[in-house]
């Protein structure tokens, strides 16, 4: 273990052992103990009521509206949390775009996503980016934590920590069936079915989703095999195994479309031939050990395997087509027929290893809880790009082709190590919980094209501060204060030519946050939380117009703070009517998301480039003006964003829900350019309302629900993102479907 960890570690022994030797007096007392072990889940929040003792914000969507909202993606749930930006892309929701607070949302690359409280992107400290997002049939709750609380988890601490929970595994041997047709050719069917037997229990599940996608030329079909097992042994210990594979065969492309081309027909693709393939298989053992009624041990082994091939023509709106420069190409006049491709293949070996100690008792007679733990993961990404001579070439053309032959070969590895601890002190109505994490990653990059290596690591101090107080059992106010990093990707910290290390530091900030939860009244729930994430140092595109693809810079200093505001009213059980009127909103409200610091930008021509175009250096070809965008507000940033429902209940059987969904207007560079570029990747995003419409209804005799969705109920076309061109929002979808208990 590096040094730094050790040192860290042994800051925290004395506290660990004062709280550790309390509990362990108590005794080791069966029961309890067997109670402790019921879930080896690792839990972000737990259930609502452990919300009251957590210092910061934090929001839970349970299953009930899983369910009854009938959600198609991943970002409809997401979009029902305060300070949630979670943006379309393929129209099919299987790689989201989750900001927060003001974050940029691409590839979700500054929100730690987790399942089941382990890491689920294709590499956590290499490259955290959501090319895989597991289908959100996988799960029944969904956890946000956006406070202190989040440096438990790592490595990104800076936006917030998702988790995921799975669906837990039934009491009683049973399942379910549901099969969903829609327009778009969609088709989704689900098999789950399980039980426990003894002091054993298993669940098993398959989802098969299919349609076309959000753009013409573009659809889905993906496969989700998922199977949790659990096994109890003796009174003190519990054995959680999981195992799933995903496979999905897309006909998408990556780039957007140009001014005019959005102009003509919003929903054009001409890349018909692009293809992406991934398959993951992942596997994870979580075992929970009772050492006494008041402590408990909880150790998680996993690892993932992803193979990603992504097979396009065109990487933004600029290339038309991709391989502009090859002769035998000779534009988009023969896009389907000499010109050739791009196969962006990617190969990815995850694992890791993960204790954690949490214990209740008494430090200095004070009432105390300490959640403490190490980390050890290691990553190997095999990263080629190999270019065909044809439009839907799987392998390198011949090399007398200009663009053609292997481009790329990197084969990159991480290793980091963590150790972390929060404890928490009750003193009367107040708790406070002091915590800190450490992070020791190694990177190595190694150019097999050129035979190049280069090697760094960088070791951070992440620590936190919160506090709650409850007043009464209705109302707690909660503050806290914490540090936000987020490592930099391998490929921007060591450079592919030389194997030199690049002047590109850590994602830093500092972030604060004062709240308040309250329910005022039975049926009744409200919080509100100011925030502010003061960045030291945050990572941008170097090209600022060019997307996700480009390399990172050290933008320096920015600043994000506003309001988040979340609400839930529902009457009729404390009446004890059988009609039952909901009323939902989460409202983010983000006055202030800008440069800081001295900052510029370089705007010009460059060989084929457009116009225009907006670059982070001069480091190119071409001419160049330095602007200085120093106040200016972030790209990706809008001002307010706003997600309400109403719903009614008539008993157990009929259930209606109405939502609309606002997001305000953005800027799509750091420019803030009003007018567009025909490239489509500079301009105002315009604001956008959609609304969603779900309908229930129960048949309890034969334990069966039917139901009909629709989604952008009034067929809005409307523009999500100019990335890599401008991207349009999802088309209406309108599902009926069945479920039927087994």
């Known amino acids: 273990m590096p040094l730094a960890i050790r040192r860290i570690a042994t800051l925290l022994v004395p506290l660990t052992s004062f709280v550790l ?33 957590i210092p910061g914000s934090g929001s839970i969507v349970d299953r009930e509206t899983l369910l009854r909202s009938r959600a198609f993606t991943i970002n409809e749930v997401l979009r029902r949390v305060p300070g949630v930006h979670a943006r379309d892309e393929e129209g099919f929701g299987l790689r989201p775009n989750i900001g927060i607070r003001g974050l940029n949302p691409t590839r979700s690359s500054r929100v730690l996503l987790l399942e089941d409280g382990i890491p689920l992107t294709i590499a956590p400290y290499g490259a955290n980016e959501s090319y895989y997002h597991p289908p959100m049939e996988r799960f029944e709750r969904i ?12 490595p990104q601490t800076i936006g917030g920590v998702i988790n995921y929970i799975t669906a837990a595994i039934p009491a009683r041997q049973g399942g379910e069936i549901s ?9 989704n069917g689900q098999l789950r079915y399980g039980g426990t037997f003894g002091p054993a229990g298993f669940l098993a599940g ?16 993906i496969d989700d095999v998922t199977l949790k097992a659990q096994l109890v042994i003796g009174a003190r210990q519990l054995l959680t195994l999981r195992g799933n594979y995903y496979g999905e ?30 398959d993951r298989r992942g596997a994870s053992a979580t075992h929970r050990l009772a050492l006494s009624a008041a402590a408990s041990l909880t150790t998680s082994l996993y690892g993932y395997t992803i193979s990603r091939d992504w097979w396009r023509q065109s990487s933004f709106s600029d290339q038309r087509p991709n391989d502009r420069s090859d002769s035998t190409c000779a534009g988009m006049g023969n896009l389907n027929t000499t010109c050739g491709d791009q196969g962006r293949l990617r190969d990815y070996a995850v694992w890791g290893v993960e204790p954690r100690l949490h214990v209740t008792g008494s430090a200095f007679s004070v009432p105390a809880a300490l959640d403490a733990g190490v980390r050890a993961h290691f990553e190997t990404q095999a990263r080629r790009q190999v270019n065909g001579a044809t439009p839907n070439a799987r392998t390198a053309g011949p090399v007398s082709n200009v663009n053609s032959g292997v481009l790329e070969d990197n084969l990159r590895r991480n290793q980091a190590y963590s150790a972390f601890a929060q404890s928490r ?22 150019n097999r094209l050129q035979s190049v290596s280069g090697r760094t690591a960088l070791t951070q101090l992440i620590p936190g501060l919160g506090a709650t107080y409850g007043p009464s059992a209705r109302v707690t106010v909660f503050a806290g204060v914490h540090r ?16 030199g290390v690049v002047d590109l530091e850590s994602e830093l900030s500092w972030n604060w946050e004062l709240g308040v939860r309250a329910e005022p009244a039975a049926g009744v729930s409200l919080e509100g939380t100011l925030f502010r994430l003061d960045f030291e140092n945050q990572i941008i595109p170097a090209s600022l117009a060019g997307g996700a693809g480009s390399a990172l810079t050290s933008a320096g200093r920015t600043l994000h703070q506003g309001l988040e505001v979340a609400g839930r009213v529902e009457t009729g059980p404390a009446a004890g009517s059988p009609h039952r009127f ?27 480039d457009v116009v225009g175009k907006v670059y982070a250096g001069q480091n190119a070809s071409g001419t160049r003006t330095q602007v200085s965008v120093t106040g200016n507000r972030l790209p990706y940033a809008p001002r307010g964003t706003l997600s309400a429902s109403v719903g009614y209940r008539h008993g157990a059987a009929l259930d209606l829900r109405l939502e609309a969904v606002f997001v305000g207007a953005q800027f799509g560079d750091p420019l803030n350019t009003r007018v567009t570029v025909p490239d489509g990747q500079q301009g105002v995003i315009p604001a956008y309302t959609v609304w969603n419409a779900a309908v229930n209804y129960e048949i309890t005799a034969t334990r069966t629900t039917v139901f009909l969705t629709a989604k952008n109920l009034f067929e809005r076309t409307y523009v999500v993102d100019r990335t890599r061109g401008i991207l349009p929002g999802s088309p209406r979808l309108v599902q009926a479907g069945v479920v039927q208990k087994l």
């Open 249 to 278: 065969n897309s006909n998408v492309t990556y780039s957007g479309l140009t001014e005019s081309e959005y102009a003509a027909e919003p929903r054009f693709n001409p890349f018909r031939n692009d293809s992406m393939l991934l």
């Open 484 to 499: 936000g990093f987020a490592p930099p990707r391998t490929e921007d910290l060591i450079s592919n030519a030389t194997g």
């Open 425 to 446: 002190f009750l003193l009367g109505p107040w708790t406070v919980s002091p915590g800190i994490r450490v992070e020791h990653v190694r990177y190595q990059r190694t």
């Open 206 to 221: 398959y989802t098969r989703k299919q349609g076309h996608g959000a753009r013409a030329n573009t659809g889905s079909a």
């Open 582 to 608: 909901l009323l939902r909103a989460a409202w983010t409200y983000l006055p202030t998301a800008r440069f800081e610091g001295p900052r510029y930008v370089y705007v010009g021509t460059g060989g084929s």
């Open 21 to 53: 030797g309390t509990a362990l007096a108590q005794g080791p007392r069966d029961e309890p103990a067997r109670d402790s072990v019921r879930l080896a889940e690792i839990r972000v929040i737990g259930t609502a009521d452990a919300l009251a003792g």
């Open 179 to 187: 099969l969903t047709p829609g327009n778009r050719d969609y088709f």
């Open 143 to 154: 956890e946000v934590l956006k406070g202190s609380g989040q440096i438990l988890f790592g």
